[in-house]
């Protein structure tokens, strides 16, 4: 996996979890979100959350579910 693998693999599915990340890559979510930072800082990719209080008060959601990223470009 390498920041070409992630690009191309965005392109194609345009929004991911960094959950459904590390599946598809079967990596950790550290290492994606690094890799993922070079595409945001270049305004390639956005980094989202569904909502501030998501994941956090009922406990279903996991962090890396409610935090998305978009290929925005």
Not at 25 to 31: Q, V
Not at 59 to 67: A, N
Request: glycine residues 6%; aromatic residues 8%; charged residues 20%.
């Amino acid at each position: 996996m390498g920041l070409l693998d992630i690009k191309n693999y965005m392109m194609q599915v345009r929004i991911a979890s960094l959950s459904s990340l590390c599946i598809y890559f079967n990596s950790e979510a550290n290492i994606l979100r690094d890799m993922l930072a070079h595409w945001v800082r270049k305004g390639k990719m956005r980094q989202c959350m569904k909502t501030p209080n998501c994941g956090v008060k009922c406990g279903k959601c996991s962090v890396l579910q409610t935090e998305i990223y978009e290929w925005v470009i």
